[in-house]
Antibody, heavy 120, light 110 residues
Framework: EVQLVESGGALVQPGRSLRLSCAAS????????MHWVRQVPGKGLEWVSS????????GYADSVKGRFTISRDNAKNSLSLQMNSLRAEDTALYYC?????????????WGQGTMVTVSS | QSALTQPASVSGSPGQSITISCTGT?????????VSWFQQHPGKAPKLMIY???KRPSGVSNRFSGSKSGNTASLTISGLQTEDEADYYC??????????FGGGTKVTVL
C-alpha cells in the first residue's frame, strides 16, 4: 500500500524558514516524480512544486519561486520542501503527492498533509 | 499560471447525470492530453478520478468519465449518488514543468 507521511509543519513567524519532509513507502520511489500541493483550509488546491525521479526536472509555482526549494533523496525514499522568507499567504495544509511517472503526467496518491501557519 | 476556470457549484438529483467544465487556454488544457480530475470530501485528502483527459484509475467507478474539446475539459458523473457529493478539482499540465488547478466545483446531490 502506498503511504506518504508528511512532517515538519508548524507555526512560524513571517520571514522565517521551515523545512517539510515526506516519507514514502509502498512503491518504487525513484520511478516516480513527486509533488507538493497546498490548500488553505476551506479553499481550493494550489500546485506548489514538482520534481522528477532523478531531480533533473523541477518546477515551481510563481508564488513560491525563489523562496521554496524542492529536493528528494531516493536512497531514503524521502521528499523535502525548504521554505524560506515565509509569508502569511503561505499558510496552508501542505500535501506530499506521488506522481504518475513524469512531472507532466500529474499525480495520484496524496498524503494527509502537514499544516503550516505563518503568523506573528 | 492562471487558474483553470470551473463553475463554483453544480447540483443534480440521484440517478441524474451532471457535467463539470474546466476551461483553460491553448497553453495548458488545449496543448496537452494531461488533464486530471480529483474528488475531495470534507476533511479528506483528494482522490484521483480521471487522468490523461479520459483515463480512469483502477477502482474508480465507471460512472465517472472525462472528455475534452479544445481548451475545455469536462468531468461527467452519471447515475449520481449521494456519496458523489464532494468538491471536484481539475488540474492540467501547463508547460515548463508547471501544473495548474481549477478553482474547484462543489457538487450537491439534491
Amino acid at each position: 500500500e502506498v503511504q506518504l507521511v508528511e512532517s515538519g509543519g508548524a507555526l512560524v513567524q513571517p520571514g522565517r524558514s521551515l523545512r517539510l519532509s515526506c516519507a514514502a513507502s509502498g512503491f518504487t520511489f525513484d520511478d516516480y516524480a513527486m509533488h507538493w500541493v497546498r490548500q488553505v483550509p476551506g479553499k481550493g488546491l494550489e500546485w506548489v512544486s514538482s520534481i522528477s525521479w532523478d531531480s533533473g526536472t523541477i518546477g515551481y509555482a510563481d508564488s513560491v519561486k525563489g523562496r521554496f526549494t524542492i529536493s528528494r533523496d531516493n536512497a531514503k525514499n524521502s521528499l523535502s520542501l525548504q521554505m524560506n522568507s515565509l509569508r502569511a499567504e503561505d499558510t496552508a495544509l501542505y500535501y506530499c503527492v506521488k506522481g504518475l511517472r513524469a512531472v507532466r503526467n500529474g499525480f495520484d496518491i496524496w498524503g494527509q498533509g502537514t499544516m503550516v501557519t505563518v503568523s506573528s | 499560471q492562471s487558474a483553470l476556470t470551473q463553475p463554483a457549484s453544480v447540483s443534480g438529483s440521484p440517478g441524474q447525470s451532471i457535467t463539470i467544465s474546466c476551461t483553460g487556454t491553448s497553453s495548458d488544457v488545449g496543448s496537452y492530453d494531461l488533464v486530471s480530475w480529483f474528488q475531495q470530501h470534507p476533511g479528506k485528502a483528494p482522490k484521483l478520478m480521471i487522468y490523461g483527459d479520459t483515463k480512469r484509475p483502477s477502482g474508480v467507478s465507471n460512472r465517472f468519465s472525462g472528455s475534452k474539446s479544445g481548451n475545455t475539459a469536462s468531468l461527467t458523473i452519471s447515475g449520481l449518488q449521494t456519496e458523489d457529493e464532494a468538491d471536484y478539482y481539475c488540474c492540467s499540465y501547463a508547460g515548463s514543468s508547471t501544473l495548474v488547478f481549477g478553482g474547484g466545483t462543489k457538487v450537491t446531490v439534491l
